[in-house]
DNA sequence: ACCCTATCTGCAATCGATCGCAAAGAGGGT
DNA sequence: ACCCTCTTTGCGATCGATTGCAGATAGGGT
């Protein structure tokens, strides 16, 4: 392995061009060029030039205590809602000069625990989380320490830090209306985890609007709770909305992940979506529209999340004040092939045996 | 906003245990750990822990020179293929006190090299990159500096650096032999740039392959180039394809990406897919298995990709001098939807304008 | 000619952890 | 009692950039 370069430092730049150290700092800094006269000030950066310097972020960060780093905790960067609010996060950051750090936390709020440690010995000079319900305590925490924090898709509740979530009520609102307005009056939920913002308000828009329309005679039947908002959390709640043999022609699932398992389960128990079923998700994550069936579902922008959380993370880290604190963005529908008018007969959800049980029911109607 | 909490140094460690801050950085250090006694290693560590003490990295890495970070450089994270592949690098980089800064180059030579001169400047030890051709140049020159340098999906070609790929040739033969094995003898390929190596190497592949099985008889006219393997790419090539006039009933794309541009084009032209045209893709993208229709594809693991690379990367940067420099993946055949027998009737590609001649082509078939 | 101000640049301490060197101390052998 | 070795710990320079302070220089005014 041949020697790597010898690094440049501010001082051989400052020897060869006959100045002070600090002197060369002072032009490389656009804060302080200023000071400097523009005859040394060019002959400086000529200098560096050829010498080919470049800052050392480290060293400049053990002096300036800050490391132009921000720390981003996602649960999954494989879940697809989140590839693109990353960049969104990146683009936004890297033009000011700061870097992403990021860390997986599998929703396990241990992980997430380990993560914010982990980042902070890297004096990371913020963070950016989508958190973990059981962590509330701990960013509650943080914040309170002064640590700027921008939280994004889901809330922490009695915490009045900054965030930027979609406006889960309305989207939830229009997703079920959409059910409605098609002609379905015994619409199900396959909720997300109560513990989360987003489960919460997405399940009491869904309540409301049931409401509104005199459709919430025992609701709580044509309810089910997924335990996370991951890829197979949604099968045991579409399988005991099922079981419980309550009659539904829709279902309004908590997000994209769930709605396709959702799906998948009524498929399995040979009713198909949209013709016996109509499924509708949350997100409009990537690809939805390939889907077999396309995904009808509620957009938002995740780009424009990631961004925004970045913007408001970096008003903070510069001080400014006047900069909202929480932001909501956006929903609106979007109709595609698993949302259609219900079936001319009743559809009767099966009893008992999932499987024989649907086909029965199948061959009744 | 409250004041941040004064931030607990090794000093301060050292005051409290009436020890000298060396012995603190040696006690806190898992490879000095054996030269300070049991009974003051224990002491240190008790008031560590009790004053809530963590290394500052930026500090140490001053010293040492070494940032415990590794620039990872990728076309688009919003291209499915690497959110997989990042997490596998994080996951092998996390355990180890790495943490990874990520980049998207958009495939842009530019941006490519501002990366890596961003990365360069905040110290990262090491690199893993998905390399875009341009800067075959750059990377080559790092790779001579002696800078830790893992290539990932693209190799560079005459430079005899580390790489991790999938076994391009195998699996274009694989997913050509199985076109072949289902009746098809007209098998078009939409290609990728033939600046990178997968582009090259899986084009080299269904020549050798097709030629093998004597279907080489003007087999140019039915290869077509795609100028990037991203979305929207393959778009034009198709079109071309379809132009010529040349039958065929199935197609090798070169990534699943060119291959949903594929199957949109042929269904905008009346051609169904797999019905008409089988399509088959390359690397099982995530969600594939649930397009309209399911993507027949190679796969590999993309997962592992990532993480491969970056045990070689830190095995580079530990001198182990015995690690493997090349690791070329296992690929195999995914059977879905989008591969069919050819239709009993020879399909004729249409002749002119596509959509019209498309129709009448059909009416004639 | 002299003082004052404004502009520019040098000086040196500093951020926090690390590590080569050497001193101090402990224990063993004769 | 003395010397030698080995273990343990302290000392202080160092990594590279930044920045408060003060010195130096130039220019302007009277």
Not at 97 to 111: C, E
Not at 231 to 255: D, H, I, M, S, W
Not at 311 to 327: H, I, K, N, V, Y
Request: aromatic fraction near 4%; include cysteine.
């Amino acid at each position: 392995m041949p020697g790597r370069k010898p690094p440049v430092t501010v001082r051989d730049v400052a020897r060869e061009a006959g100045v002070h150290p600090g002197t060369v700092s002072r032009v490389l800094n656009p804060e302080r060029r200023h000071l400097i006269s523009e005859q040394t000030a060019t002959r400086v950066e000529q200098v560096a030039r050829e010498l080919g310097y470049g800052v050392n972020h480290i060293a400049r960060g053990l002096r300036t205590r800050q490391s132009s780093t921000v720390g981003v905790l996602i649960p999954d960067l494989t879940n697809p809602l989140f590839p693109p609010m990353v960049r969104g996060i990146e683009d936004e950051l890297h033009p000011a000069g700061y870097t992403a750090l990021l860390t997986n936390t599998d929703s396990d709020p241990q992980r997430e625990l380990k993560g914010i440690e982990t980042l902070t010995a890297r004096q990371v000079d913020g963070f950016i989380i989508a958190p973990t319900e059981t962590n509330v305590q701990r960013v509650k925490e943080m914040i309170e320490d002064g640590v700027p924090v921008v939280l994004v898709n889901r809330t922490v509740p009695r915490v009045s830090g900054f965030a930027v979530t979609p406006d889960d009520r309305r989207g939830a609102t229009i997703a079920v209306e959409h059910l409605i307005s098609l002609g379905h009056r015994e619409i199900a939920h396959v909720g997300g985890p109560q513990s989360l913002s987003p489960g919460q308000d997405r399940y009491r828009a869904y309540l409301d609007i049931m409401r509104e329309h005199g459709l919430e005679r025992d609701a709580e039947q044509l309810v089910a709770f997924a335990d996370a908002f991951t890829g197979g959390a949604g099968v045991a709640p579409t399988q005991e909305l099922l079981q419980r043999g309550r009659p539904f022609t829709a279902v309004f699932a908590a997000n994209d992940l769930l709605a396709l398992d959702c799906i998948d389960v009524l498929r399995a128990a040979g009713l198909r979506c949209p013709q016996d079923v109509s499924v509708i998700g949350f997100n409009d994550m990537p690809f939805v529209d390939r889907f077999d069936p396309p995904l009808s579902t509620i957009r938002f922008s995740h780009y424009e999340m990631g961004r925004r959380a970045a913007e408001l993370l970096l008003g903070q880290l510069s001080g400014d004040t006047s900069a909202p604190r929480t932001l909501v963005l956006a929903t609106e529908l979007v109709q595609r092939g698993s949302t259609a008018r219900p079936p001319r007969r009743r559809q009767t959800a099966p009893r008992g045996r999932t499987r024989s049980a649907a086909a029965t029911s199948l061959a009744r109607g």
